[in-house]
């Protein structure tokens, strides 16, 4: 239902894109959490070949796979949610993509996980829209449950002209239902509050600024007490000098169903590129806590170049807040154009070195930063 392309070239079937979208969502069956409810196994007790995927070089459970999965089983998910009332139907008429990863909570045992034990996850839709869905996805093992909980956001198109395509609501019928539906729709909200108070729309409030200041005042050398010379705070690190830099070049096997590059792999190769910042800055093992608001605001074309960087934004005490922006390049102009950012948290065994911001735009990092730690470590 959700398998990309016997080819890179194939396209998606003249009746499905005749498919006339419905024109109100009232006349569509309402399905269940539960008729979207998926169990999956991944036999790396049995399968070598497949271990080999998803092992680190500590011989441990590969978190940028793991990612990967989510969002194939996010996709499929929803794509059940829309067909469960069509049992005859082998594929979808249903374009169905990744819009964002709300939240990613992780929980430290899966760096002690073995990678010769099997891996179950399991979700269902929580939440639906008119053209949204929230799916809800964790791990199922006995001993390791709870290790990884995600929200990912799923948005319908129609395959005709790409808009907005009406889905099958939602229908809740006991309490535990209409709460995690509930909790969907305080999610949305929030959302929607955070877009209205980002930095890029309003300036930071009066406990930000001060703290802005207050940092500001100590790259000040106090010899000299000039704005023009900043000199680095002893103990500390200049934000800038913690940015590392990738460049991809995307070929047809990272292609999705509509022959874009698959949601997965760009999440994949973010966490990757932010899990060796963190490495090279507290010069030890990374552990990851939290990813939050993924946002995929742009398709990825194959043969696109693309450029990933990330940065340090934030430290307190054993943590760091790190931004990952994805760009794609076009070698012809040299233009960027941002498709995705991922915002990753990561712990340490000891207090890691400070991060000090540069520039006014490195300050509005810094409080984006400890903006989406606070809200993933409440």
């Given amino acids: 239902m959700v ?3 016997r080819t890179f070239r194939d396209e998606r079937p003249q009746e499905l894109m005749e498919w006339k979208m419905p024109a109100n969502q009232s006349i569509l069956p309402a399905s269940r959490m539960m008729d979207s409810y998926v169990e ?7 399968d070598e070949q497949l271990r080999e995927k998803y092992a680190t070089f500590y011989n441990t459970l590969r978190v940028g796979r793991l990612l990967e999965d989510l969002d194939v089983l996010g996709v499929y998910i929803s794509f059940k949610h829309n067909t469960v009332h069509y049992p005859g139907q082998s594929r979808s008429p249903y374009v169905i993509v990744t819009a964002a990863v709300d939240q990613i909570d992780i929980d430290s045992r ?4 073995s990678i010769e034990k099997d891996v179950i996850l399991r979700g269902h839709v929580t939440w639906v829209g008119r ?13 390791w449950q709870g290790c990884m909980i995600a929200k990912f956001v799923m948005v319908a198109r129609d395959p005709a002209n790409a808009k907005a ?17 509930q909790l969907g729709q305080e999610l949305k909200g929030k959302r929607l509050l955070e877009s209205c108070q980002s930095l890029l729309k309003i300036p930071p409030n009066e406990e930000e ?18 704005f023009r010379n900043i000199t680095k705070p002893k103990g500390t690190k200049w934000m800038n000098d913690s940015k590392l830099k990738n460049l991809f070049l995307c070929f ?30 507290t010069k030890s093992r990374p552990v990851v806590k939290s990813l939050a608001d993924i946002s995929f605001r742009k398709p990825v074309d194959i043969g696109s170049l693309l450029y990933l960087s990330s940065m340090i934004v934030y430290t307190k005490d054993y943590d760091t807040q790190i931004k990952v922006n994805a760009e794609v390049i076009n070698p012809m102009t040299e233009e960027r154009s941002l498709t995705n950012t991922f915002q990753i948290t990561f712990t340490s065994a000891e207090k890691v070195v400070p991060i000090i911001p540069a520039s006014y735009s490195e300050f509005m ?5 400890k903006r989406f730690y606070n809200k993933c470590n409440k």
């Fill in 365 to 369: 990092m810094f409080i984006d930063g």
């Fill in 110 to 113: 899966i760096t002690t996980l």
């Fill in 165 to 181: 395509a009406i889905i099958h609501p939602l229908v809740c019928k006991t309490p535990a239902e209409k709460l995690i539906f």
């Fill in 3 to 5: 398998a990309k392309p």
């Fill in 209 to 226: 600024t001060e703290l802005i200041h207050n940092l500001f005042l100590q790259t000040i050398d106090q010899s000299t007490m000039s």
């Fill in 131 to 143: 053209s949204s869905i929230e799916t809800t996805m964790e791990d199922a093992d006995d001993i």
């Fill in 40 to 46: 999956c196994v991944i036999p790396l007790s049995t």
């Fill in 252 to 281: 047809p096997e990272q292609r999705n169903l509509y022959n874009k590059v698959f949601g997965g792999f760009l999440m994949r190769i973010a966490f990757e590129l932010a899990w060796a910042s963190q490495m090279s800055h």
